[in-house]
Nanobody
Framework: QVQLVESGGGLVQPGGSLRLSCAASGSAFRIYVMGWYRQASGKQRELVAVITSDGNTNSADSVKGRFTISRDNAKNTVYLQMNSLKPEDTAVYYC???????????WGQGTQVTVSS
């Protein structure tokens, strides 16, 4: 069992930056592909960025060049650095831990990010 706790959300003006953090419980953090997803009001949840245990990353085209995902396996934490934020980035951001081989998938409770002037 893995518990994920997100933090770092809030209200920011367009063009601003935020860093989200997701702390994971348990000792098997390294075996999980970690991801950030978001869900805007009235829309489906979508992938923002993922990072494998050895640091390979992938991100949605809409955030490429603005958002960076990273992880610290020693701290069981994954981060999402968000720069040049736009109003369309407003959403609840969720942390995800996935291991296909073990068929396990966990979600955090979400953190609200609001980009508005």
């Amino acid at each position: 069992q893995v518990q994920l706790v997100e933090s770092g959300g809030g209200l920011v003006q367009p063009g601003g930056s935020l860093r989200l953090s997701c702390a994971a419980s348990g000792s098997a953090f390294r075996i999980y592909v970690m991801g950030w997803y978001r869900q805007a009001s009235g829309k489906q949840r979508e992938l923002v960025a993922v990072i494998t245990s050895d640091g390979n990353t992938n991100s949605a085209d809409s955030v490429k060049g603005r958002f960076t995902i990273s992880r610290d396996n020693a701290k069981n934490t994954v981060y999402l650095q968000m720069n040049s934020l736009k109003p369309e980035d407003t959403a609840v951001y969720y942390c995800n831990a996935n291991n296909k081989r073990l068929s396990t998938n966990y979600w955090g409770q979400g953190t609200q990010v609001t980009v508005s002037s």
